[in-house]
């Protein structure tokens, strides 16, 4: 499997940025389907963004036009910019690596939005 190292998170203000990237161990790295999800207390994990091998990308409606996925392939790297960001954003967000015989994740990486 992929291993997927995740880092960026942090506490921040409501209003402010982050930028979370997630480094991918593989060679093939242009092959998957790269994505974020989150989990906050007591919810499901769902889907925030992904990004497909040829840079097609989905939002969940609740961060459209606040956040952007992006990958650098050279780099094995994807990031996810966080704008204008809600206390409702808070939540443990994890790297994901798909394709067609495995899904990988990330251990995670806490944000947490609070003044």
């Known amino acids: 499997q992929v291993q997927l190292v995740e880092s960026g998170g942090g506490l921040v203000q409501p209003g402010g940025s982050l930028r979370l990237s997630c480094a991918a161990s593989t060679n093939i790295f242009t092959t998957y389907v790269m994505g974020w999800f989150r989990q906050a207390p007591g919810k499901q994990r769902e889907v925030v963004a992904t990004i497909s091998s040829i840079g097609s990308t989905n939002y969940v409606n609740s961060v459209k036009g606040r956040f952007s996925i992006s990958r650098d392939n050279d780099k094995k790297t994807v990031y996810l910019q966080m704008n204008s960001l809600k206390p409702e954003d808070t939540a443990v967000y994890y790297c994901?690596?798909?394709?067609?015989?495995?899904?990988?994740w990330g251990p995670g990486t806490q944000v947490t939005v609070s003044s």
């Open positions: 994901y690596a798909g394709s067609s015989t495995e899904n990988s």
